[in-house]
């Protein structure tokens, strides 16, 4: 177990709705990083929050926003769901603002569009 | 470009078998950090190890052992004596200062070990 966790485990929604994922960080990480892993695309950097602010953006789709609270876990909002959302979320944590410090990632959530 | 080639797509071994995937990276930056990292059958993606690109010490850590050697920008990662809990697949990552340290992963390998 790493410390981070996201809810829900499991989400099924229809094309064009929209969803909030959540994750909580573990204890003492400032930064919480989404990653997306799809069959196609592999795992994919979405965005950093370090200690409430945007740090790092990555291959995020302008659909997709993100935001970190003061209590530090964060939200990731996926909007105008497409069946190529599909995919497999992970939020990670990490200490400091560096990406290349160790992230720990939580279990995932797993989104499927219909 | 792929920065980090996991050429392996499956391996398959019987228990108690020592199995080795590869993994090739490309930067041209000296300063750069490595990672494996694993994820089993129930999906969550667990920290294996961390490497940072001035230390190339081979590391072992219980049944598990890693090999970097920069003069083939290679970071591979024995299974000795593999169980049937290490059928996951295993992911080889890179971070380095050309890409803003986000982490670029490979396209993992997955490993199965039959008992």
């Known amino acids: 177990d790493s410390g981070v966790t996201q809810t829900p485990k499991h989400l099924i929604t229809a094309t064009g709705q929209r969803v909030t994922l959540r994750c909580s960080p573990r204890?003492?990480?400032?930064?919480v990083y989404w990653y997306q892993q799809s069959l196609d695309q592999g795992l994919q950097f979405l965005i950093q929050?370090?200690?409430?602010?945007?740090?790092a953006k990555g291959n995020i789709l302008e659909r997709f926003s993100a935001q970190q609270f003061p209590d530090l876990h964060s939200e990731l909002n996926l909007s105008s769901l497409e069946l190529g959302d599909s995919a497999l979320y992970f939020c990670?944590?990490?200490?400091?603002?560096?990406?290349?410090?160790?992230?720990?990632f939580g279990p995932g959530t797993r989104l499927l569009v219909l | 470009a792929q920065k980090v080639t996991q050429a392996q797509t499956e391996i398959s071994v019987v228990e108690k078998e020592d199995v080795t995937l590869d993994c090739v990276y490309e930067?041209?930056?000296?300063?750069?950090?490595l990672f494996w990292y694993k994820q089993p059958p129930s999906g969550e993606l667990v920290f294996l190890i961390r490497?940072?690109?001035?230390?190339?010490q081979n590391e072992i850590s219980g049944r598990y052992s890693w090999n970097f050697q920069k003069s083939t920008s290679s970071f591979n990662f024995t299974i000795t004596a593999s169980q049937v809990v290490d059928s996951a697949v295993y992911f080889c990552?890179?971070?380095?200062?050309?890409?803003?340290?986000?982490?670029?992963f490979g396209a993992g390998t997955t490993v199965t070990v039959r008992a």
């Open positions: 990670a944590s990490s200490r400091g603002s560096w990406l290349q410090e160790t992230q720990y």
């Open positions: 204890s003492g990480d400032l930064s």
């Open positions: 929050y370090y200690n409430g602010e945007e740090r």
């Open positions: 930067t041209r930056d000296t300063t750069y950090y």
């Open positions: 490497r940072n690109s001035f230390d190339e």
């Open positions: 990552a890179l971070s380095d200062p050309s890409n803003d340290y986000k982490l670029s």
